[in-house]
Nanobody, 125 residues
Framework: QVQLVESGGGLVQAGGSLRLSCAAS????????MGWFRQAPGKEREFVAA????????YYTVSVKGRFTFSKDNAKDTVYLQMNSLKPEDTAVYYC??????????????????WGHGTQVTVSS
């Protein structure tokens, strides 16, 4: 099992920036890929971005491409989501998640084995 702890959320005005962090611990050697998801009130959990732990370009949902950047620091077992040009519609609880069962990179929440507890991001207009 892998434990994930997100941090960095908060309240920001539209157009502002935040950087989320997700620190992994436990069986991190078994992680194939990591993802960021978000869930707004009354909505389903939504894919934001994913990255292969071994390297390669991240994948993004269309609505955040060009504004969000997913990066990782393998030495620290930490991934980051840099969020720029934030919009009110980005308001949600943001979760990081890890895939251990297979070597792909996935957009579906059901493909992920471990989840953090989430961090709230609120963007005011």
């Amino acid at each position: 099992q892998v434990q994930l702890v997100e941090s960095g959320g908060g309240l920001v005005q539209a157009g502002g920036s935040l950087r989320l962090s997700c620190a992994a611990s436990g069986r991190t050697f078994s992680v194939y890929s990591m993802g960021w998801f978000r869930q707004a009130p009354g909505k389903e959990r939504e894919f934001v971005a994913a990255i292969r732990w071994s390297g390669g370009d991240p994948y993004y949902t269309v609505s955040v491409k060009g504004r969000f950047t997913f990066s990782k620091d393998n030495a620290k077992d930490t991934v980051y989501l840099q969020m720029n040009s934030l919009k009110p519609e980005d308001t949600a609880v943001y979760y990081c998640a890890a895939v251990r069962r297979s070597s792909g990179v996935y957009r579906e929440p059901s493909a992920y084995d471990d989840w953090g507890h989430g961090t709230q991001v609120t963007v005011s207009s």
